[in-house]
């Protein structure tokens, strides 16, 4: 079963910054795209930033400029350096990694998608 473990999260005030990581645990083949995604209460889940194994970035545009999405494709870990942070960022960020499980998956061109736990950030003076 592939687990992602996000860490990171916490209160900070506005202005502030947090860095969330987010590791995958060894037992996928491949693995394509990382990154977060975030949930305000009340709110549907939206796109934070994302990264590809290519090193290919996709963020939201309310984050440009603020967020920093890497990633370690050999720890297959990504992490997302959130700077000037703003009240209306505070979320249930959760991570997300999309790729494939096994070689045959791989072959076959079939990507599962896998979710973390979600981390609390909390902006707030």
């Known amino acids: 079963q592939v687990q992602l473990v996000e860490s990171g999260g916490g209160l900070v005030q506005p202005g502030g910054s947090l860095r969330l990581s987010c590791a995958a645990s060894?037992?996928?083949?491949?693995?394509?795209?990382m990154g977060w995604y975030r949930q305000a209460p009340g709110k549907q889940r939206v796109l934070v930033a994302t990264?590809?194994?290519?090193?290919?970035?996709k963020s939201a545009d309310s984050v440009k400029g603020r967020f920093f999405i890497s990633r370690d494709s050999g720890a297959n870990t990504v992490y997302l350096q959130m700077n000037s942070l703003q009240l209306e960022d505070s979320a249930v960020y959760y991570c997300y990694a999309d790729g494939w499980r096994t070689e045959l998956a791989y072959s076959s061109d079939t990507v599962d998608v896998y979710w973390g736990q979600g981390t609390q950030v909390t902006v707030s003076s």
């Open positions: 990264i590809t194994s290519d090193g290919s970035v």
């Open positions: 060894a037992s996928i083949f491949a693995i394509n795209a």
